[in-house]
């Protein structure tokens, strides 16, 4: 899954794919580099961003949508707006991507007469305040616990199971250790019996681990690329889409014994 961010702000390419145009090229080569899904966003949600109002959102999501159509590729939506997913999916969306879980008044009914994947991904507590030590008895236990309940609501609404897919949420309300501990028992998550998304991308654990500021996180994002597969991550949201299939291969020959 390869990021296009249209946003001003977000964490590692806030603002170079807000002019339109720009973000309609780079999601063009993300496409041709190999993304499977392209998931485009109007809001960042980095730890300590501002929320963007809805006639926002939708005037940067939409015509990138649109302008994407032709591609031919399944395209997701990353947004919490129950009118953005409306919206999204009207113009032709296949996928809406909520690090909230579809907890939005009347988020539920937005998706769930249409046929469209979601995924319900885990954060404790909001953007603006959920890196002020996050706390947990057990990380792991209550991740999981959360998108259990998760995605028996969205059964409950309508949504079957061969739509959902459930994310942990990396970096949403967790300290490195807590990232690191998720990824370390990646596979305790397999029992949810959807498939997993994984989202590590250039994010500050791999600052944390590595030193290194947000431009030069490629090697340590490839890395946890690396580790998120082997344990068991169907679905990689990623900025830099080539080298993460380069992972992919090497994983897949890994495995396949080629
Ligand atoms: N991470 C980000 C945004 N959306 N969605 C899912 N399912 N999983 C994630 O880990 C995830 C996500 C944050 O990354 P990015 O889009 O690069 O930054 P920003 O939120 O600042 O736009």
């Not at 390869?2 to 964490?11: H, Q």
């Not at 395209?75 to 579809?102: E, F």
């Amino acid at each position: 899954m390869g990021v296009v961010n249209v946003t001003p702000d977000s964490f590692s390419d806030g603002g170079r794919f807000l002019d339109p145009e720009a973000a309609v090229s780079h999601a063009r080569r993300l496409a041709a580099e190999g993304a499977d899904i392209l998931d485009i966003g109007g809001e960042s949600t980095r730890p300590g961003a501002a929320p963007v109002s809805e006639q926002e959102e939708l005037k940067r999501v939409i015509p990138i949508l649109d302008a994407l159509l032709s591609l031919d590729k399944p395209i997701s939506v990353d947004t919490r707006r129950p009118a953005v997913m409306k919206a999204a999916l009207a113009a032709g969306a296949s996928m809406i991507n909520d690090v909230q879980a579809l907890a939005e008044p009347y988020a539920f009914e937005a998706v769930a007469a249409t046929g469209c994947a979601v995924c319900l991904m885990h954060m404790k507590g909001e953007p603006a305040t959920m890196q002020r030590e996050p706390r947990y008895d057990d990380v792991v236990g209550e991740v999981k616990g959360f998108l259990k309940e998760a995605l028996r609501k969205a059964m409950f609404a309508g949504i079957g199971r061969d739509r959902l897919v459930v994310d942990p949420g990396f970096g949403f309300g967790k300290t490195p250790k807590h990232n690191m501990e998720i990824l370390r028992r990646l596979p305790e998550f397999a029992s949810l019996g959807v498939p997993l998304l994984a989202g590590l991308s250039r994010k500050s654990t791999i600052g944390h681990i590595t030193g290194r500021p947000v431009g030069e996180r490629l090697a340590g994002s490839l890395a946890m690329a690396l580790l998120a597969l082997h344990g068991g991550a169907k679905i990689l949201r990623v900025h830099d889409v080539k080298e993460t299939r380069d992972v992919i291969a090497v994983w897949q020959a890994f495995q396949n014994d080629t």
